[in-house]
């Protein structure tokens, strides 16, 4: 990929790499596989920076809320388990009570 594409893209916001001392772009592993995503979709799929921008937004967002709600669902897990041990077996009983008014 040209270094011009790559600084548009991280002014763009469609990658952040880390910076050196220096100011020189080091790409994790995770910003190189997002870099083939964005020229996949832009050139094979037509889409525009614009697009594709909102795209990865939306992702983002995704695995976001598919991290939090797994969280939820272990939370509620936990809180049920609780649960069940906090409620006690009480026997019913027979005996029976009658209630008379006071006059």
Do not use: C, F
């Not at 939306?58 to 598919?66: D, G, I, K, N, Y």
Request: positive net charge; hydrophobic residues 40%; charged residues 25%.
């Amino acid at each position: 990929m040209h270094a011009q594409t790559l600084r548009t893209y991280d002014r763009l916001g469609l990658v952040s790499p880390r910076r050196t001392s220096g100011g020189g772009r080091r790409y994790s592993l995770h910003d190189v596989e997002l870099l083939r995503q964005v020229q996949h979709l832009s050139q094979d799929e037509g889409v525009n920076l614009a697009g594709i921008k909102r795209i990865i937004e939306l992702t983002s967002q995704v695995e976001a809320l598919q991290s939090r709600l797994q969280e939820m669902a272990e939370e509620l897990a936990v809180l049920r388990a609780n649960q069940r041990r906090e409620v006690a077996v009480v026997p019913k009983s027979t005996a029976l009570v009658v209630w008379k008014p006071r006059r």
